[in-house]
């Protein structure tokens, strides 16, 4: 009764007002009636609990008639729509130069939604004999996610053991195993995830990497990455098929590299600040071009306790790529001029020409990629020097039948061997080779 009679009341006081201003009039009535009764449902709900489960639906009934609140809620609900459980299983054996004979296995196991990975575990280990004794290595990890709508965080751990990494890898490569625990911690104030749009707003990724290994004796190594930005944008599906153009402001990269204290606790950190990071830029329907461009400072130290400079050096941080993709085949050329943190408080100014290149088919699959540089390492005693650089791996897979695969590898490159700044510095070739036979299976379940 008593809105019926602001209703009325309303329409008498605007007998001569025109009749836009009088349904204006009677929407705003309405709205705040509505908006008290909301207040009024809320202060009862309070004092009575069996109310609460009725609550959410009402105030969602209400946000959605508010045209900007109404997007809002929207968004949201949508982040947390369409969630799945994906499982997938590998398995296989192979044989290498270093390894004559080995089996390997992986699975991987989650529950995704679009704001996040809620929960997954992953698992791989291979059993082989090398060197006339048997030979095993593993990793394991897991993923969690706190899936608030703010403040969103992932967190995911890996625990690697006896492992090898490429020779593509930078900037100093290790042929011994190694033993690795990985955190990952993603952390995002705000998503705004639309059909066409993605928008991030204040996201920081933290990777640290505690590394140990036969090369390393006394420089078990504790890497930290850590990447933030006010915001990333991204423009859904308008960069190359299946991918998206992206606008990344004021991103801040850092790593720190730490030795451990019974090496002298030297350490090694790189700062690169970056205005404005493009990627999907069109050239042209089947070519896109990206940039990261902006300043970088190097700094090698003592042991923080001394605050010793060994490194101090600034510059520019340069990287630009273009990529094609015409099916079934897709390359991209990129160029990079950047510094990197290395061990014993040395810094690498790292200069590279890279491309990659693959072609898919239901199948076949074949990939190539490759480097040719010239690195810088900079230390204080003695000197440092300056040596090229280059490598390139080949992968191919052909479908033998269903879910059967053989592949094969070839991976070579010249890369720095300097682990300690006494070291004198120097290169070498490494050549690997692998051959084998997997199968794989997965599905999801929305």
């Keep these: 009764m008593a809105l019926t009679r602001a209703l009325v009341a309303l329409l008498i006081l605007a007998r001569t007002a025109h009749a836009d201003v009088v349904r204006d009039a009677v929407a705003d009535a309405r709205q705040l009636s509505r908006s008290l009764d909301t207040l ?8 009575d609990p069996e ?5 959410p639906s009402k105030l969602y009934g209400e946000l959605i008639k508010d045209p900007v609140m109404a997007a809002i809620v929207e968004n949201v609900v949508n982040q947390y729509r369409g969630g799945y459980v994906s499982a997938s299983v590998t398995a296989g054996v192979t044989a290498d130069l270093g390894t004559p004979a080995a089996a390997n296995a992986a699975v991987d196991v989650g529950y995704q939604l679009p704001l996040c990975r809620v929960i997954g575990a992953t698992a791989s280990g291979l059993g082989g004999y090398a060197d006339h004794e048997a030979l095993g290595s593993y990793a394991i ?4 996610c706190l899936p608030l709508p703010a403040d969103t965080v992932q967190v995911s751990y890996t625990h690697r053991q006896n492992v090898r990494t490429t020779l593509l890898a930078r900037p100093v490569v290790l042929d011994e195993r190694r033993t690795d ?11 705004w995830l ?3 749009h993605q928008v991030d707003i204040m996201p920081f990724d933290i990777n640290v990497d505690v590394s140990r290994s036969a090369e390393t004796t006394g420089f078990g190594s504790q890497l930290a ?11 859904r599906g308008t960069g190359l098929p299946g991918q998206d153009q992206s606008f990344r402001f004021v991103q801040v990269h ?19 600040i970056s205005p404005l990071i493009v990627d999907g830029i069109h050239l042209g329907p089947d070519a896109t071009v990206g940039a990261n461009l902006g300043w970088i400072h190097g700094l090698g130290r003592e042991a923080r306790a001394t605050e010793v400079t060994l490194v101090d050096m600034s510059g520019a941080h340069a990287e630009l790529w273009v990529a094609t993709a015409v099916a079934p085949f897709g390359a991209e050329l990129r160029a990079t001029h950047t510094m990197l943190p290395t061990y014993d408080g040395q810094i690498v100014r790292d200069n590279r020409l890279a491309a ?31 040596i090229g650089i280059a490598g390139g791996a080949v992968d191919v897979a052909w479908a033998v039948v269903h879910r059967v695969h053989l592949i094969g590898r070839l991976e070579t490159a010249r890369s720095l061997a300097a682990v300690r700044a006494a070291d004198p510095v120097v290169s070498q070739w490494d050549f690997r080779a692998t051959i084998g036979v997997t199968t794989h299976w997965d599905a999801r379940w929305p």
Excluded: C, N
């Excluded at 088919?361 to 440092?384: D, I, N, Q, W």
């Design 254 to 272: 850092a790593v720190v590299q730490d030795d451990d204290t019974s090496a002298g606790g030297r350490g090694s950190e790189v700062v690169a």
């Design 40 to 47: 009024l449902e809320v202060a009862y709900a309070l004092e």
């Design 356 to 386: 990659r290149m693959q072609v898919a088919t239901p199948f076949y699959s074949a990939r190539a990629e490759g480097f040719l540089g010239r690195a810088e390492l900079l230390r204080k005693e003695p000197g440092g020097a300056t």
């Design 51 to 55: 109310e609460l489960r009725l609550l």
């Design 141 to 144: 990890g897991g993923t969690a």
């Design 225 to 235: 990455t850590f990447d933030m930005a006010p915001v990333a944008w991204y423009r």
């Design 194 to 196: 639309g059909q066409h």
């Design 181 to 191: 625990d990985l955190v990952d911690v993603q952390i995002r104030f705000y998503r």
